[in-house]
């Protein structure tokens, strides 16, 4: 392997469509949906992206691609694979092409979380419609309260500070450098305009740094690493009394520990 992440756009669309003749060919699906860069969102492909795919199997077929990935080394030998979740798998292909893939029939889906989808093949005798743009997680879209978003900060500082006062830096840092920056990241749309870039609906992370740019710059003063959360609860909190108000006791005891 180069060490690099050599693959194009090109290279990606072109797997992509090997796959679906591949599936085609087997006689056993239904359709290949591309997701994520490689779905309805091809404007964020890159040479940096990976292959998101689902395969639709006919009914009963959902073993032969679920269990074995025989059919997927027919394209090209991979180079590591594990069953990440009961219906799919990642995966790394000798040429370092990375997948992300599930495996569902068509039943199924109406209980699956996707969006975005794009139609890379589909059986023709189907008439089944696969590309879907709003079968998102349950929480998607649900803006929890301010105040709800703000109680959690506080808490998860609070109580990170005591852990690490007795030592316990691994948790602390989770609370503190973990949870509660999570609940800053679900609190930006409500103190910030949200830039041009696209959401995730299943990763606030993703496309913060374009989406938030003055709220990004703040980040490495929220997250110094494992020896520094006193230091990241203190800006955190600094960055909360200049956006919203704060209980003033709590806001007192959680300096007092920093």
């Avoid at 492909?45 to 009914?59: C, G, M, P, W």
């Avoid at 699956?112 to 023709?124: F, H, K, L, M, N």
């Avoid at 920056?181 to 496309?207: C, K, N, S, T, Y």
Wanted: some cysteine; overall charge negative.
């Amino acid at each position: 392997m180069s060490g690099t992440m050599s693959t194009s756009p090109e290279a990606l669309l072109a797997r992509l469509n090997e796959i679906a003749q591949t599936v085609s060919s087997s006689g056993r699906g239904l359709a290949l949906l591309g997701l994520g860069s490689v779905g309805q969102d091809l404007a964020r492909l890159d040479n940096y992206s990976e292959l998101d795919f689902f395969v639709i199997a006919r009914a009963g077929q959902k073993p032969y691609f679920r269990d074995s990935l025989a059919w997927l080394e027919e394209v090209q030998a991979i180079s590591f694979s594990f069953m990440n979740t009961a219906d799919g798998h990642k995966l790394l292909f000798a040429d370092e092409i990375f997948c992300e893939m599930a495996v569902f029939e068509a039943d199924e889906l109406a209980n699956i979380p996707y969006t975005g989808a794009r139609v890379i093949w589909q059986d023709e005798g189907s008439d089944r419609v696969f590309a879907v743009h709003n079968n998102l997680p349950p929480a998607a879209g649900q803006s929890r309260p301010v105040e709800w978003l703000v109680g959690e900060i506080l808490s998860n500082l609070y109580v990170g500070l005591g852990r690490y006062q007795r030592g316990e830096k691994l948790t602390a840092a989770r609370f503190i450098q973990g949870h509660a920056v999570d609940r800053l990241l679900e609190l930006a749309p409500h103190i910030a305009e949200a830039g041009p870039g696209q959401g995730d609906p299943f990763d606030l992370d993703r496309r913060f740094e374009q989406r938030y740019p003055q709220l990004a710059a703040a980040l490495p003063q929220f997250l110094p690493g494992y020896d520094h959360s006193p230091r990241a609860a203190r800006a955190i909190l600094n960055f909360l009394e200049r956006e919203l108000p704060l209980n003033e006791a709590m806001k007192e005891a959680i300096l007092a520990l920093c």
